[in-house]
RNA sequence: CGGGGCGUAGCGCAGUCCGGUAGCGCACCGCGUUUGGGACGCGGGGGCCGGCGGUUCGAGUCCGCCCGCCCCGACCA
């Protein structure tokens, strides 16, 4: 390509609203516009780039037995009727009507489709396994995109739908991603941790999430590096650590002016926040059928620890959790700073005229465990001491509600756990019967019974890989692709004075044989300064650049340079292609060496 | 959805407090000079100052409503 043809151009300055790196630096080399909040076109180099990880993805995913198809992004929303997700999924869903009033649905993942797809065509054991992906546009109208292409609204993806006959077959499958995944993400020069995740809107049994450690992550990750414990702070166990049991005590009625945060009242109690218990209220949506529900959850937990409000969502199958105002608190006799288990009758509440939402109570599995707890009174300005779960209070659930925190035990080895934050690139999910189930995709079995489909689901974003790389691959002059995923191999930079016409024959002439030989070439062969030149080829990042110039054609050569490293170094006109060829060949074994086996952690 | 910020030329910004015919740098076009790390001279083009309404003789500037974009949080893959 001769950049004096090129279409993108490059920016001097980021527009001031790119703040992460990887969004600057790809606005300012041209790789991406943006069109609205969380919508990018892909300009020329950026869809070079797409295209090499699309076909490194397919490569791996042929590899597993994957066979590509491509699904509509328009579907009908009876298919998610049937799955109930359209009533599942709230606004991140973009619906429309089509002109006969139709309900249609922009697919923001292809489940139902490829359900559909397997309910029709499936009718034996004998046509499972089956693996089928495609690459396609997903539109999920997210609340808050961010960060360049992090998080966006519409994007590309990647996502591979497995099928089985039994769940020793789904597992196989699973397994086979897990490592096809760290393949592609290691070719593809991205640094990238797998770690036990919620299943989310997915619903199913068990997923990972392929997470590229950064600062500029939204989510929160624990590892332990005793034992490599992993996971994703939503779903993050932790131990616990256990007060003795003791004699339960008479309650107490004290005065605890002013003490409407746990702080507070442990100050002036002169306790410790693990002595007491702390009282969150939230309104759930839980789904009953093809209706959602209101419900008013009163959670319980120990002073000292804090709600996550994942864990508390899938106790209660909740689709969605909100805090509760103080009225809603106050409905149920509760006082908002003084609120309290204790007197509140689970059994006597639920659709009466005082309280508009039915009641949850729902306490941490820590609290049956924790003796003579000091809890509100739901009088503002009291406390009660010696709360004791079980014979004061009971609730309707017990689970794991709270969140794991930096320092907190491993859940499998006891050894502080550590947080940092990552993005998520890639995910896997082992689906099960949810959606076979659901719309009924079955087969007949050898045994002659029809059993449902057993189903995987595995996605990884393109657009936001390409911007974790940028991320992960660049110095204060911009970005450095690696080998795999660069646009082009390597960057010609002709430095043409006045009287060299000689130069510019000689560079025409490299551009030529350069992509005779196969390689790739962006040419600059523009009327430009040879510091805008250089800046340009720094900034858009190939990994390697030849310049030729009067000055090297004096010596008979042209002057290599790696973007990954400072030194220069001349190569004869003669050797030019041979020595590209092998310092391409040195960059791409260098990425292999990276790919790996990952040992498999459940 | 809550909190904060910002919308003036392709990009970065000034001008808004205190109303009086819209500016700077880069980019872009023409001519000439220049060519190893963001060159120089001369001459140019480009703006419904986010939108609508109001106040005023007069609004980029004041008032109201709306829209868009960014950041933090909630949420989400």
């Not at 994007?155 to 897990?178: C, I, N, P, V």
């Not at 030019?576 to 086996?597: F, G």
Request: hydrophobic share 40%; net charge negative; charged share 25%.
């Amino acid at each position: 390509m001769r950049m004096s043809q090129m279409f993108s151009q490059t920016l001097r300055e980021a527009p001031g609203d790119a703040e992460t790196t990887s969004h600057a630096l790809l606005l300012r080399a041209g790789f991406i516009r943006q069109l609205a909040a969380g919508i990018f076109t892909a300009m020329p180099l950026a869809r070079r780039t797409l295209t090499r990880l699309e076909n490194i993805m397919r490569e791996e995913m042929n590899a597993i037995g994957g066979q590509e198809i491509t699904m509509p992004v328009v579907h009908p929303a009876e298919l998610w009727q049937e799955t109930e997700r359209w009533y599942q999924i709230g606004s991140e869903m973009g619906r429309f009507k089509d002109k006969n009033l139709r309900d249609m649905v922009l697919g923001m993942t292809h489940e139902e489709v490829v359900t559909d797809l397997a309910r029709k065509e499936i009718q034996s054991y004998r046509q499972l396994p089956r693996l089928i992906y495609q690459i396609q546009t997903k539109w999920r109208d997210d609340p808050r995109p961010r960060a360049g292409l992090i998080r966006v609204r519409e994007f590309t993806m990647k996502d591979s739908y497995s099928l089985d006959a039994d769940w020793e077959g789904l597992d196989k499958q699973y397994r086979a991603h897990y490592q096809a995944y760290f393949n592609i993400f290691h070719r593809c020069g991205l640094p990238v941790i797998a770690v036990k995740s919620d299943v989310g809107m997915m619903g199913g049994k068990l997923a990972h999430e392929y997470m590229y450690l950064t600062p500029i992550g939204e989510d929160t990750l624990l590892l332990c590096d005793a034992c490599s414990y992993s996971a994703n702070r939503q779903i993050a166990a932790f131990r616990k650590q256990a007060a003795p049991m003791e004699q339960p005590l008479p309650i107490e009625k004290v005065a605890t002016p002013e003490t409407k945060t746990i702080a507070a009242l442990a100050e002036f109690l002169s306790i410790p926040a693990s002595r007491t218990a702390k009282a969150v209220f939230m309104v759930a949506k839980v789904p009953e059928g093809q209706v959602t529900v209101d419900k008013l959850v009163f959670a319980v937990l120990r002073g000292d620890m804090e709600l996550n409000e994942t864990k508390l969502a899938n106790a209660l199958k909740a689709s969605e959790l909100r805090p509760a105002h103080d009225e809603e608190i106050a409905s149920i006799g509760a006082v908002p700073g003084y609120a309290s288990p204790v007197g509140i009758d689970p059994a006597s509440l639920g659709y009466s005229d005082q309280t508009p939402l039915p009641l949850v109570i729902i306490v941490d599995d820590l609290i049956p465990q924790s003796s003579n707890l000091v809890a509100g009174a739901n009088e503002a300005g009291y406390h009660l001491r010696n709360v004791n779960y079980g014979r004061d209070y009971t609730a309707h659930l017990v689970a794991d509600l709270t969140a794991a925190r930096d320092g907190d035990g491993c859940p499998r080895c006891g050894s502080p756990l550590r947080t940092v934050r990552g993005v998520e690139v890639g995910n896997i999910f082992k689906l099960g019967t949810r959606y076979s189930d659901a719309m009924g995709a079955t087969f007949l079995d050898k045994d002659g019974k029809e059993k449902s489909i057993i189903m995987g689901s595995y996605g990884i974003g393109s657009g936001r890989l390409m911007a974790c790389i940028a991320e992960e691959h660049n110095d204060e002059n911009g970005l450095i692709w690696p080998v795999t995923v660069a646009p082009y191999h390597v960057h010609l930079v002709a430095l043409v004075g006045k009287d060299s016409e000689e130069t510019r024959q000689q560079a025409d002439k490299l551009y030529t044989d350069l992509q005779a030989a196969g390689i790739e070439v962006l040419f600059d062969d523009r009327d430009e300064s040879p510091g805008v030149k250089f800046n340009d080829a720094d900034l858009i990042g190939l990994p390697v650049r030849i310049t030729v110039s009067q000055r090297s054609l004096q010596q008979g050569s042209v002057e290599f340079k790696r973007r990954d490293r400072k030194e220069k170094f001349l190569v004869s006109l003669d050797a030019a292609i041979s020595r590209a060829q092998q310092e391409l060949d040195t960059l791409r074994s260098e990425i292999q060496a990276k790919v790996v086996p990952v040992p498999y952690e459940d």
